[in-house]
């Protein structure tokens, strides 16, 4: 299903500073390394002021079993719309586009 998303610049670029900060530099977007651990996705998801529900379900849909960067821009561009009061959290919101998130972790 992800296969019709594309990040947009701005996703790849917070991905891109999220990966930094975990693997203190070390790792980039291209390497198969560039994953977010759990405990540093509960860190940074809880930093968006989203329920543990509604995390969780973003969180399953951006599971899709490729791991690293691609998850998580999945998961960015989902809070996004679940911040701007979006409810049915699945796979079609990823075509309509990126909407302004707030993460206060990076």
């Given at each position: 299903?992800?296969?019709?998303?594309?990040?947009?610049?701005?996703?790849?670029?917070?991905?891109?500073?999220?990966?930094?900060?975990?693997?203190?530099g070390?790792?980039?977007?291209?390497?198969?390394?560039?994953?977010?651990?759990?405990?540093?996705?509960?860190?940074?998801?809880?930093?968006?002021?989203?329920?543990?529900?509604?995390?969780?379900?973003?969180?399953?849909?951006?599971?899709?079993?490729?791991?690293?960067?691609?998850?998580?821009?999945?998961?960015?561009?989902?809070?996004?719309?679940a911040?701007?009061?979006?409810?049915?959290?699945?796979?079609?919101?990823?075509?309509?586009?990126?909407?302004?998130?707030?993460?206060?972790?990076?």
């Amino acid at each position: 299903m992800t296969s019709q998303f594309s990040p947009t610049p701005e996703e790849l670029s917070l991905a891109d500073k999220i990966l930094f900060k975990v693997h203190k530099g070390r790792v980039k977007r291209e390497n198969p390394a560039a994953r977010l651990d759990a405990d540093s996705a509960v860190k940074l998801f809880l930093t968006t002021k989203l329920s543990p529900q509604v995390l969780s379900k973003i969180w399953r849909e951006a599971d899709v079993g490729e791991k690293g960067w691609q998850e998580l821009t999945v998961a960015l561009r989902l809070v996004g719309w679940a911040q701007s009061g979006e409810h049915s959290l699945d796979h079609s919101l990823l075509v309509k586009g990126e909407l302004y998130m707030y993460i206060d972790w990076v």
